[in-house]
């Protein structure tokens, strides 16, 4: 495709789509013209962005020319205009280069769910039954912006509070500032996915409050603590890419990886050796490790003169190999031998994320990790970790761990008994918190909700009204990964197809009824739509390095076409980029490692993890993890990511637990029988599913589905693990503790398991020679 | 002999009817209820719906399809409204494309208001939609053809050739059934490739 004509065709949707936000609905419709733009039955691709995760890849979409059926004031039709037809990484996107995961591939059926909300609503049925009738966009602004006068003639701006998901980015930024226009307090954020356990780690260990990245391409080798980062963890699909090239890439040698968990994940099974430690044990087992580098002086102490970690001068005396083979459970002679090879394979990296950072104990574990990473010499070197450099015109960054402790101090406190009015944008706390948080009720006493919400979750079906936002693909986007390449990356994208439905950009509606308010909010939200904004806040990189800076308007159509901006130079000198990111943001202030964080949280009564429920009534860990299919369970509305089968236990439509085939045999459970599992906080049902990579004490569930409503394809569907999880907090961090519940188990009758294989082994005679 | 291969391929194409009709059984069982659904199947697939319908199929008998307007090429290309005008992509791209309605109000928001097809136009695009047209050519997707307009037109071969009389017809209706042997006559013909991967892929 030419140049010429890809401006052409953004202009276009540009143009349009800015329009959308402030327009009658009729004239929404502005028709893609194809006679102009598109060459019937002739593909063009746009780059877009992926939303599905934090990760943050890069997109490029498919767009050709078709028929969509739709309905147009209640008339049901077709309508001819440019459709995206499948997604695909963007190859110059520094995040994901080309690749794209299968959750990003699904992508593509947010746009076109038949049970998306295809116009603003209206509850017309009790809170929580999901009953709403349609209204106008007039009339429902007209009531938001009502509410919210009414709340600043009474002075109690404080009373509007806005819940949020995992949001960067100028959206972020626009919120933020119409919270503050309004006099209102900082968005709640309640993302599941998030680790603000590991954030909190950094921000003690290395000053930054940020998810860290790997140099895994040129690492000899990993060890890794829970994280399954090949799958769903952090930046997966960048980092199968520099797995690949740790494994493949460095001819004459290949990487080791060394997986330690208690359930095998898809990263466990890519493992050379998977170490099955005792749950909330990580912490201890990593300074076991450091205990045999510090006796055998493996491995430099000092740095300049100065001890590296203070307090370690006596050599980690508690945590010697036979002492951590008792309470870790993992043999003192691998130990010895897991320490002496990474210490002689460097660069070697440890990792830390999941489970064990969800145990009482998380932050312990994390500053064990952090601390063994800098006694291995791996932090802000070639093959071992660093963080990736914001870009220069957003150096702030939305704390995660802050927000995330504030989203549970404020339900668990009944601090939002004084909010009057919530505004919810892709958070679903009503289905992805323990009974014991009791959203539901605190929802239930907050008199008026808006949702922006796409579909009808168990969150939004409390909501008064619904404005329905875009789709991904039919919006601007943008977005500054956190993590996963050595460049600094904003990702922007304008829309690929126009709206097919009666929807309004979020950001748009925002704008409007700041506008429609008047006063403080016209001066400081001057943009007339959320693309102006983009322009605006993107323009400030011209200079950044290049110099004459490039014209405005040429920039801002390279980086259109292009899906964002990324840094040239931090490509070019990686090395350097690691080295001068490491800490603290910047190479002129390298706070180093923090070692009096160490000495407070590393002492060994902070080390051994609480867990909820008496061993002798509930003698089995519950291991909730992450779906590969559904993550936190925000696509169980996605039918493909529904018939896509687990990667190891090829499980489809439903959910399933893991039990060791020990376990199993004692209690006479077989494959595919159906499984009560009880908590001192509720009960559950599901097949049981016979795994060998499960620790006969432990019993894994994914998180994911058990939906109540959340369209036609989840909704009753499999059950839900957090509904039996206990309140328990991580430590310090007031995160939820989701891996701390002890269960039991017993047999109640025969279940159904939709397997893709017919079982984990093929032939049941391997079981025989074992 | 030529029967007895007729013959063979019939009952093949009846068995294969036979399990495509239950294979289209058991997917509408469980279709959606509340979604209102434009003509088209459930689950994509190159099997013929009913054994009717691949009877017809092999026979090539097919419906006249009715359209939504009865559009009438005879008057336009009088008015020297050229093929490409509304049937843009066809000497570009693989596909001769449908006009918008939005083309057609460029300049019926002026003329011939009055008619009562017209009419009916106009009150598609007012509700912001677009004119359904039915098909009238193409291959039934069994056939496995691709094919594509622009080279034909490069090498100058003539709407008509295939289309038929379209400048004295109301209605376009199929003048000439495009059938393996109609295709491979005129590449013979003019000496180019007749090679299967040429139009089956």
Redesign the interface.
């Known amino acids: 495709m030419e140049r010429r004509d890809f401006l052409k065709v953004t202009v276009l949707t540009g143009a349009t789509a800015a329009l959308s936000g402030c327009e009658k609905p009729?004239q929404q419709?502005v028709?893609f013209?194809?006679?102009q733009d598109l060459?019937?039955?002739?593909a063009v691709w746009k780059p877009s962005l992926c939303t599905l995760c934090s990760a943050g890849c890069g997109l490029t979409v498919r767009v050709m020319?078709g028929?969509a059926?739709?309905v147009?004031?209640g008339?049901?039709?077709?309508?001819?205009m440019g459709l995206a037809k499948k997604l695909e990484g963007n190859p110059d996107h520094p995040i994901n280069q080309g690749k794209l995961c299968a959750r990003g591939q699904a992508g593509l059926q947010l746009t076109y769910h038949?049970d998306r909300v295809r116009g603003p609503l209206k509850r017309s049925g009790p809170r929580g039954s999901g009953n709403f009738q349609q209204i106008t966009w007039e009339e429902a602004l007209g009531e938001v912006v009502s509410k919210l006068q009414e709340l600043r003639s009474q002075k109690q701006a404080g009373a509007l509070r806005f819940l949020i998901g995992r949001l960067r980015g100028q959206r972020r930024e626009l919120i933020e500032e119409f919270l503050k226009t309004v006099g209102s307090s900082p968005a709640m954020v309640f993302d599941p996915l998030d680790e603000p356990v590991l954030r909190q780690a950094n921000l003690l260990s290395f000053g930054r409050a940020t998810m860290p990245s790997f140099d895994l391409a040129h690492a000899n080798y990993v060890i890794s603590f829970g994280a399954d980062f090949l799958g769903t963890w952090n930046s997966p699909v960048a980092q199968s890419i520099a797995y690949g090239e740790m494994r493949q890439g460095h001819p004459g040698s290949r990487g080791k990886l060394v997986q330690v968990e208690q359930r095998m994940s898809q990263t466990g099974a890519n493992a050379d050796e998977w170490v099955p430690v005792r749950p909330g044990m990580d912490g201890v087992l990593a300074l076991g490790l450091a205990h045999v580098i510090l006796k055998e002086k493996l491995r430099p102490t000092r740095e300049n003169g100065e001890t590296l970690i203070a307090g370690w001068q006596q050599g980690l005396p508690d945590y010697s190999p036979e002492a951590v083979e008792k309470t870790a459970g993992v043999a003192a002679k691998r130990i010895e031998r897991l320490a002496r090879e990474m210490a002689a394979h460097t660069p070697a990296v440890a990792m830390i994320g999941g489970a064990p950072l969800a145990q009482t104990n998380g932050l312990f574990s994390a500053l064990a990790v952090n601390a063994l990473n800098a006694l291995l010499g791996s932090v802000g070197t070639p093959g071992g970790m660093f963080f990736t450099p914001r870009p220069p015109h957003a150096e702030h960054e939305w704390g995660g761990f802050a927000a995330a402790s504030d989203f549970a101090g404020q339900f668990l406190a009944g601090k939002l008994d004084d909010t009057h009015v919530l505004l919810l944008y892709n958070a679903n706390p009503v289905f992805a918190t323990p009974a014991a948080w009791k959203v539901r009720d605190s929802l239930e006493r907050i008199p008026f909700i808006v949702s922006f919400g796409s579909f009808v979750d168990e969150t939004s079906a409390f909501a008064d009204l619904i404005l329905p936002d875009h789709s991904p693909l039919e919006s601007w986007l943008d977005d500054i990964p956190e993590s996963g390449t050595t460049q600094a990356v904003v990702s922007l994208a304008a829309p690929a197809m126009l709206p097919l439905h009666d929807t309004r950009a979020m950001p748009d509606v925002l704008l409007q009824i700041a506008h429609q308010l008047g006063g403080d909010a016209v001066k400081s939200l001057p943009w007339q739509s959320f693309d102006e904004m983009l322009q605006a806040s993107i323009s400030s990189l011209r200079t950044a390095e290049t110099s004459p800076p490039v014209d405005p308007e040429k920039f801002w159509a390279k980086v259109q076409e292009q899906g964002g901006w990324w840094s040239e130079k931090m490509r070019s000198d990686a090395k350097q980029t690691i080295a001068s990111v490491a800490f603290g943001g910047s190479a002129s202030k390298q706070p180093a490692f923090k070692q009096p964080a160490f000495r407070q949280h590393g002492k060994p009564e902070s080390a051994l993890p609480q867990f909820d429920g008496a061993e002798h009534e509930f003698p089995f860990h519950f291991h909730p993890y992450v779906s590969q299919a559904f993550l936190d369970g925000a696509l169980a509305h996605l039918p493909w990511m529904q018939e896509m089968p687990d990667a190891l236990s090829t499980v489809m439509w439903g959910t399933w637990i893991e039990i060791n085939p020990k376990t199993a045999a004692k209690l006479g459970i077989e494959q595919g029988d159906l499984v009560e599992v009880r908590s001192q906080h509720g009960k559950l049902q599901a097949p049981a599913l016979v795994s060998p990579g499960i620790a006969p004490d432990v019993i894994a569930m994914p998180f994911g589905q058990g939906h109540e409503n959340f369209s036609?394809y989840a909704s009753g569907r499999g059950a839900n693990p957090m509904t039996i999880l206990a309140p328990l907090q991580v430590a310090e961090t007031g995160s939820l503790a989701w891996a701390a519940t002890r269960v039991d188990i017993s047999k109640v009758g025969r279940g159904k398991l939709a397997l893709f294989a017919g079982g984990l082994r093929e032939r049941p005679s391997e079981l025989e020679h074992r | 002999m030529r029967s007895k291969i007729r013959g063979l391929a019939l009952v093949l194409v009846a068995s294969a009817a036979v399990s495509a009709f239950f294979l289209k059984r058991t997917s509408s069982a469980n279709s959606?209820k509340d979604?209102?659904?434009?003509d088209?199947p459930e689950v994509f697939s190159p099997a013929h719906p009913t054994i009717l319908e691949s009877v017809k199929d092999f026979f090539g008998w097919r419906k006249t399809p009715v359209q939504p307007i009865a559009f009438t090429h005879k008057i336009h290309i009088e008015h020297q409204v050229a093929c490409t005008t509304c049937h843009?992509?066809v000497n570009?791209?693989?596909?001769?494309?449908?006009?918008?309605d939005?083309?057609c109000m460029r300049c019926h928001a002026f003329f011939a208001k009055d008619r009562p097809e017209i009419i009916k136009l106009t009150a598609?695009f007012n509700?912001?939609?677009?004119?359904?047209w039915q098909r009238v050519y193409g291959f039934s997707p069994s056939a496995h053809v691709k094919f594509n307009h622009a080279p034909h037109i490069r090498a100058g071969v003539d709407c008509s050739n295939c289309h038929g009389d379209v400048k004295n017809m109301t209605v376009a209706v199929r003048a000439v059934n495009l059938n393996m042997g109609y295709c491979l006559s005129c590449h013979r013909a003019k000496g180019v490739s007749t090679d299967c991967v040429t139009c089956h892929f």
């Not at chain 1, 060459?39 to 002739?42: E, K, L, N, R, S």
């Open positions: 009729a419709l028709r013209v194809p006679e060459v019937p039955g002739v020319e028929e059926e739709v147009r004031k008339q049901l039709g077709l309508i001819k038949p036609r | 959606g979604q209102p659904s434009i088209t843009k992509g570009s791209g693989p596909v001769a494309g449908l006009p918008s939005k083309l598609i509700a912001g939609l677009d004119v359904s």
